[in-house]
T-cell receptor, first 109, second 115 residues
Framework: GQNIDQPTEMTATEGAIVQINCTYQTSGFNGLFWYQQHAGEAPTFLSYNVLDGLEEKGRFSSFLSRSKGYSYLLLKELQMKDSASYLCAVMDSNYQLIWGAGTKLIIKP | ETGVTQTPRHLVMGMTNKKSLKCEQHLGHNAMYWYKQSAKKPLELMFVYSLEERVENNSVPSRFSPECPNSSHLFLHLHTLQPEDSALYLC??????????????FGPGTRLLVL
């Protein structure tokens, strides 16, 4: 079956760096997405990786290794507003998004 | 208005009620989606419409009935729901036809409670 795994919850300190991992097993691969979702709000698009390597976008970076079925989202210089859930999703061979359950990130002062 | 909007934001209904959720996208997109989000579970895709035609129905119970009158509007009609249907219902849209690596843009969702 298809499966996306990510930690349920993580805690980090304001100003620090945190890495949120995502591993996947899917039938085919057409890219991996990361979304941010604040409580009670819409998921918002952060990044899309389809080739191996690191994509940097300001304080956020996303890494992909297709051979390992692995991705991570790296958040630098953490701010309180980064407290949210981070959703990993893989687009399978049918271009359907398979979602992880999300990682709740708690930022402490 | 910009982006994807959903109404109502919150809904409480009894099991015998009939209600409808509304979604509107102001992005000029051609594909629209309904998802169910339950606590600590992955998003579940319910329905996909591309150019107003349903292209995906992931074995959703018939008590959920979608309607897409045009590419900007999407409805989810609800009737005789069960308490386990309580969840956040998210609408999304994407630029191209469903069937390509398109980024989906989400509305804020309708928080539904079935009593």
């Amino acid at each position: 079956g298809q499966n996306i795994d990510q930690p349920t919850e993580m805690t980090a300190t304001e100003g620090a760096i945190v890495q949120i991992n995502c591993t996947y097993q899917t039938s085919g691969f057409n890219g991996l997405f990361w979304y941010q979702q604040h409580a009670g709000e819409a998921p918002t698009f952060l990044s899309y990786n389809v080739l191996d390597g690191l994509e940097e976008k300001g304080r956020f970076s996303s890494f992909l290794s297709r051979s390992k079925g692995y991705s991570y989202l790296l958040l630098k210089e953490l701010q309180m507003k980064d407290s949210a859930s981070y959703l990993c999703a893989v687009m399978d061979s049918n271009y359907q998004l398979i979602w992880g359950a999300g990682t709740k990130l708690i930022i402490k002062p | 208005e910009t982006g994807v909007t959903q109404t109502p934001r919150h809904l409480v209904m009894g099991m015998t009620n009939k209600k409808s959720l509304k979604c509107e996208q102001h992005l000029g997109h051609n594909a629209m989606y309904w998802y169910k989000q339950s606590a600590k579970k992955p998003l579940e895709l319910m329905f996909v419409y591309s150019l107003e035609e349903r292209v995906e129905n992931n074995s959703v119970p018939s008590r959920f009935s979608p309607e897409c009158p045009n590419s900007s509007h999407l409805f989810l009609h609800l009737h005789t729901l069960q308490p386990e249907d309580s969840a956040l219902y998210l609408c999304a849209s994407s630029q191209g036809l469903a069937g390509g690596p398109e980024t989906q843009y989400f509305g804020p969702g309708t928080r539904l409670l079935v009593l």
